[in-house]
């Protein structure tokens, strides 16, 4: 006999509202930590709560591997995480530079101690190799990439005397990466919801819509012109507003990308939030997957076209 399964039903107005409601209270949240650490500007507060999110994000992202039943070597993510974000910030906290080798050694570690402790191990066809991938693309992703703020917010060095302390351009600058990249967040999903009809990449991420692209890149030029207009003094370092509107629009670009990027992971690990660390909002990783995209391309924009020779 043949039984008629009922389709799922569309969310009611009333959740829609619940969830809106949840994820508004969790961003006030977010801002209100964020501006209270930017207001004292001192370095281990911006370190601490950098590495609170590298941590909870490895241990997040090893969490949904293990509950798709892949084989990977949590301990040693996690382990090489703190490693990393020992040795980083502490040469940024004691006024040096992190040395240019530091990201290739992390590297090689991390691939040589993934396959040292798959050996213990049968060779079981590609999940051996998986094994090492996942755990090397996770400390890749999360912890390399996401510290490119630690970067940024020290990438004016000599602003101020006191080492306890991050200069004004540093401060501002990773307040300008944060507002153009959630900005970016807030268009796509406040314009998709109201005037969402095209499906952009729906076998990834089927809320995400042309229309909601469109509002992305419009409130990332906002963000990043707003800010600018606001806090000239502060925001001086930008020549020209070329530049500006140039990042601006490759940081909407990227920040798109880092979402469905991790809209991947989620959909090959069959997870719909990474954790649950903020109502309506998700986990860490969810909150970081587009900086860690969009934190790398404002440092190395910096460098090669601002602050070339400076």
């Known amino acids: ?25 969790s961003t006030l949240f977010l801002w209100v930590t ?4 930017f207001a004292s500007r001192w370095s281990w507060a911006y370190l601490g709560l950098i590495g609170l999110l590298v941590l909870i994000g490895t241990i997040e992202y090893f969490r949904m591997l293990r509950g798709a039943g892949v084989k990977c070597f949590p301990r040693f993510g996690i382990l090489m995480a703190l490693a990393y974000c020992g040795v980083l910030h ?14 290739s050694l992390a590297i090689f570690i991390a691939i040589l101690g993934s396959f040292t402790l798959q050996l213990k191990y049968q060779v079981r066809g590609v999940e051996s190799l998986l094994a090492v991938a996942a755990n090397v693309t996770g400390f890749a992703y999360i912890v390399i990439l996401f510290n490119f ?29 944060i507002a153009v990249t959630k900005f970016t967040d807030m268009g796509a999903y406040i314009t998709g919801s109201i005037f969402g009809r095209h499906k952009m990449i729906s076998h990834v991420s089927p809320g995400k819509t042309w229309e909601g692209f469109v509002g992305a890149v419009i409130f990332a030029q906002l963000a990043a012109f707003g800010l600018y207009f606001a806090f000239p003094q502060e925001y001086s370092f930008f020549t ?4 500006i509107a140039i990042l601006g629009l490759i940081l909407c670009l990227l ?8 809209s991947v992971i989620k959909r090959a690990l069959d997870a719909k939030d ?3 660390m903020l109502p309506g909002i998700g986990g860490s990783l969810d909150l970081i997957d587009s900086i860690c995209f969009t934190a ?3 440092y190395f924009y910096m460098k090669w076209f601002i602050l070339r020779g400076a």
């Open 1 to 25: 006999m043949h039984i008629a399964m009922d389709a799922p039903k569309p969310p009611s107005p009333a959740s829609k509202l619940i969830v809106f409601a949840r994820r508004t209270a």
């Open 34 to 37: 964020v501006s209270a650490i």
């Open 90 to 103: 502490g040469y940024f906290l004691s006024g040096n530079n992190a040395p240019y080798w530091l990201d």
């Open 149 to 177: 703020t630690t970067r940024i917010v020290f990438l004016f060095p000599t602003e101020t005397a006191n080492p306890g302390t991050i200069g004004i351009h540093g401060t501002f600058l990773l307040l300008w990466l």
């Open 240 to 243: 020209s507003k070329i530049h």
């Open 255 to 262: 920040a798109v990308i880092g979402d469905l990027a991790e």
């Open 274 to 276: 990474s954790g649950r």
């Open 296 to 298: 790398p391309a404002l």
